[in-house]
């Protein structure tokens, strides 16, 4: 596997008291990637890789760098450019017993696996009455932000959070995709995993590289305040942490809620949020009809209308086409514009 820079990290017995080191790794959001699909190959011989270039090139990305030298090809499979062929075998495998993790190089590119993972992949608990499941992780990178060409900044998650039967996690930092893609592996029905690709590399965290995952339909509270929610998920949580801190300059504190599972959506935590601040601000990178953020704030309405103090304010990509790279930054919602969304829910009497 590759070798990344290891740190201890002290934790207190709270029997004995003692503080025994305990190796940490070191890594990014890509690396914590691969770093899960090692363990999790390690301990369970069904975990099974493949796609495109995902086995002698390590990924067009390099998240599976590493994995083909260690597991070899019968588990880390390169497959032919061909995303219905894809997700076809990936179906087939894990309703025999393997658990696949199959790799969409650009969620641009996941359009022609709609077919396998609505029609069978999200309906194999129930049309065989739960009898055969489907074990599945399906991963792609998404979301803008890197000057990609056509097809490659897609943020389409909604598509998949409206089919019955399948499960979309979005992680938003290091840790959180290390546990989530663990606990997506483990989980009996499908996932779709989407990887924001534009903080890949932009942050390193601590990773306790142990095999404990995280759970697959919970928010994460990144922030407490008792002014205003802030709700985003994915790479989008890094500009609503800086508007979060700056903020607090003017003496607002926020509830920073990064949703973490598109589907199912945390309801509990979000609704509780809400209940004691009162105002709230939705923010995500995909188009703003329909989007997530539109199922988030019907939900607020129904279930928590009566502690609202301002209309839920929502900042989101346009309704267009992700734009090429010279008007990518115009397309892609900044930390001034979730700012002002904020200030201006604030003001409102």
């Known amino acids: 596997m590759t070798q990344f820079q290891a740190t201890p990290e002290p934790h ?47 990924g067009v990305f390099r998240a599976t760098v590493d994995l083909k030298s260690e597991f070899g090809l019968r588990r880390v499979m390169d497959t032919p450019l061909a995303e219905t062929l894809i997700a076809g075998i990936t179906i087939g495998m894990a309703s025999q017993g393997l658990k696949p993790v199959c790799e969409i190089q650009f969620m641009g590119f996941i359009y022609s696996t709609v077919e396998h993972i609505v029609s069978h992949a ?9 009898r055969l499941t489907c074990p599945m992780v399906l991963r792609a990178p998404y979301g803008g932000g890197i000057h990609a060409p056509e097809h490659h900044s897609e943020s389409t998650e909604a598509m998949f959070a409206h089919i019955p039967g399948l499960q979309v996690v979005v992680p938003s930092s290091p840790a959180r995709a290390y546990g989530l893609l663990i606990s997506a592996i483990q989980s009996p029905d499908p996932v779709i995993f989407l990887e924001p690709k534009r903080i890949y590399r932009s942050v390193k965290q601590n990773i306790v590289n142990n095999g404990e995952g ?12 008792d002014d205003i929610t802030l709700i985003s998920w994915g790479a989008m949580i890094q500009e609503t942490l800086e508007a979060a801190t700056k903020l607090e300059e003017q003496n607002i504190h926020a509830d920073v809620i990064d949703v973490a599972s598109i589907k199912p959506l945390d309801m509990t935590t979000i609704l509780a949020s809400v209940e004691r601040t009162g105002r709230c601000v939705i923010i995500h990178e995909a188009a703003k009809t329909c989007g997530v953020g539109a199922e988030i704030s019907a939900q607020i309405a129904e279930k928590g209308l009566l502690s609202l103090l301002a209309p839920i304010a929502r900042v989101a990509g346009y309704d267009t086409i992700m734009p090429y790279y010279r008007n990518e930054d115009y397309y892609m919602p900044s930390t001034q514009q979730i700012m002002e969304a904020a200030l201006k829910t604030m003001a409102f009497q």
């Open 122 to 130: 999200a309906r194999m608990r129930n049309r065989t009455r739960g």
């Open 214 to 225: 995280l759970p697959l339909e919970t928010c994460f509270t990144l922030k407490q305040g």
């Open 12 to 58: 207190k017995n709270p029997i004995s008291g003692e503080q025994p080191e305990i190796e940490t790794t070191k890594a990014t959001l890509v690396e914590a990637i691969n770093l899960a699909l090692a363990h999790s190959m390690q301990h369970d011989e069904n975990v099974v890789v493949l796609g495109e270039d995902v086995g002698t090139n390590g």
